[in-house]
């Protein structure tokens, strides 16, 4: 789950787990309250709140969590920060590796998101409801959940420190925290999404009012933003574009629309393949993109956006909006910012080959908060965790990593309701297609398999520790070519 920290990062409380009960650990030295205490749940809690949890199209992720109840330590031997994708991932992969009773996750939410489905939630084609599950269901049987949040990393010392006080030490950590959030950083929100006409997919707080804006469109600008800094899911913000410019046809609305899309990139797409299929469409479908035009404010009393030209330091233009997607800016977690652990620009300071931590050997990262230079997205979480996997228990065998991270990243560009280009490339923006057909051309197969198969895939395979990314299918299918 993202963790920005105005919108959205905590829980929603709408599905929330049966309450538990929180435990007091032998390990906590000091007598505080007892909702100081890490919560940790018993696994009768969560087998119970598991069943209660399965709908008809929940069935999948349920956990059996029927070991010996267990109170929360203070060293482990696999210690994983975030329980988003990468964390959950890596923890039921380590698990294997070590025995669930050696790994423990930190993670503070309530709730497990998969994102990836948020573009479909915004343009109303999924609900919100079946993007999060409670996170006592995805942790793997046995691994301590440790409900808190990390406020300090210290490497040298092999230990981290909880908001609650609690100080956990490690023999191998695995950070995974994931990428911030930072919608303050433009003037007028968070609190400007009180308004109607403005939504962003990137949280769960607003994502859905993103298909209301949508709904409620009558005429006049529908605008559609790209900010002035790393994100998840590149293709995202460009995604909902697309599918409001279907919308509209399909209600009639199309002809009132003028839909803009402000980038402050230079280009509509990082691989040249995919670049220049959507250029055509974005040209066939009438659609604006203004180059190096960064939002900065948002008046959303009057409905107006105001961009920086990148270009042009100093000038500024104002557009009203009848509709605006807003994709926030974004950091490395605040946590990782001035920790021993960052480069110089904050995120993870990783090997790009074995994601093993450049100074401290016993630290690795994973996923959005690293500085691998490859797209951030689940689909290259799921290739690094497979990667990640052999590295550690490499080196836990005193042997020499052997294999290597290409960068392998997709990013399902969503162009309609039911059409999907499948972009996939590696570290050099050379495609690294899986499929033996063109997949740069949209398809309706890519779109069911990004609204239907990649969650089910996620949930069964992924937080299992059982996907690595499809590099298996692609030799699979290249080979039958041959
Ligand atoms: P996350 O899954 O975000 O997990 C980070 C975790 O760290 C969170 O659980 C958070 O609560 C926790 N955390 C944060 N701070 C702390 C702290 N101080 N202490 C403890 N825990 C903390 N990817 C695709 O592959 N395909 C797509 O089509 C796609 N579409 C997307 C569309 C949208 C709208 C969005 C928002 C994302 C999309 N992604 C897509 C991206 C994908 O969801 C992320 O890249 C992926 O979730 C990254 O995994 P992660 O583990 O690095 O981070
Ligand atoms: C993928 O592996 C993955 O991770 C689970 C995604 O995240 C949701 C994806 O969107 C995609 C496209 C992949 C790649 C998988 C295949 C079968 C091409």
């Not at 005429?219 to 559609?224: H, K, L, Q, V, Y």
Request: aromatic content about 8%; hydrophobic content about 35%; glycine content about 8%.
């Amino acid at each position: 789950m993202s963790h920005d920290r105005r919108v959205g990062s905590s829980d929603t409380g709408d599905l929330h787990c049966l309450s538990r009960k929180p435990r007091l650990e032998k390990a906590c030295s000091s007598l505080k309250m007892s909702s100081l205490v890490p919560r940790v749940c018993s696994p009768s809690t969560r087998l119970f709140a598991c069943v209660l949890r399965l709908g008809p199209q929940q069935a999948g992720p349920l956990q059996l969590h029927t070991g010996p109840p267990h109170s929360a330590k203070n060293h482990y031997e696999v210690l994983v920060l975030g329980g988003g994708s990468g964390g959950i991932t890596m923890a039921a992969r380590m698990r294997r590796r070590v025995g669930a009773e050696n790994v423990a996750i930190v993670e503070p939410s309530e709730r497990h998101f998969y994102q990836p489905i948020w573009t479909l939630v915004g343009a109303g084609a999924k609900q919100l409801s079946s993007s999060g599950r409670p996170t006592t269901c995805v942790i793997p049987s046995g691994v301590e959940w440790i409900k808190a949040r990390v406020v300090e990393l210290n490497p040298d010392e092999n230990c981290i420190r909880t908001d609650n006080g609690k100080e956990i030490s490690y023999k191998y950590l695995i950070i995974a925290l994931g990428i911030q959030l930072d919608y303050e950083k433009i003037k007028g929100l968070p609190e400007g999404f009180a308004h109607p006409k403005i939504g962003s997919n990137y949280s769960v707080k607003t994502v859905e009012k993103t298909w209301k804006a949508l709904q409620d469109f009558k005429e006049g600008n529908a605008i559609f933003t790209f900010p002035n800094t790393p994100v998840k899911c590149a293709g995202a913000p460009q995604k909902i574009m697309y599918l409001s410019e279907a919308y509209f046809r399909k209600t009639g609305k199309r002809s009132k629309a003028n839909i803009i899309f402000n980038t402050a990139l230079g280009a509509i797409f990082g691989v040249k393949k995919y670049a220049d299929a959507l250029q055509e469409i974005i040209q066939g479908r009438n659609l604006t993109v203004n180059y190096r035009q960064n939002l900065i404010e948002v008046r959303a009393d009057k409905q107006e956006a105001v961009f920086e030209n990148l270009d042009k330091p100093g000038e500024t233009h104002v557009i009203s909006y009848e509709m605006l997607h807003v994709t926030p800016p974004m950091s490395p977690p605040d946590v990782l910012k001035t920790s021993p652990v960052a480069d110089a620009a904050g995120w993870v300071d990783v090997d790009k080959e074995t994601l093993q931590h450049k100074r401290y050997p016993n630290v690795f990262g994973i996923g959005d908060c690293t500085n691998l230079p490859t797209s951030k997205t689940a689909a290259a979480v799921a290739a690094q965790s497979g990667i990640l996997d052999k590295t550690i228990s490499g080196i836990m065998k005193n042997q020499t990593p052997k294999k290597k991270y290409d960068g392998y990243t997709s990013c399902p560009l969503v162009t309609g309701y039911n059409r999907v280009i499948l972009a996939e490339f590696d570290y050099n923006a050379q495609p690294l297609e899986t499929f033996p057909f063109d997949q740069s051309k949209e398809r309706l197969s890519m779109y069911l398999m990004k609204a239907d198969m990649m969650p089910f895939l996620y949930w069964n395979l992924m937080l299992r520790g059982y996907w690595g990314g499809p590099a298996f299918l692609r030799k699979l299918f290249h080979l039958g070519m041959s």
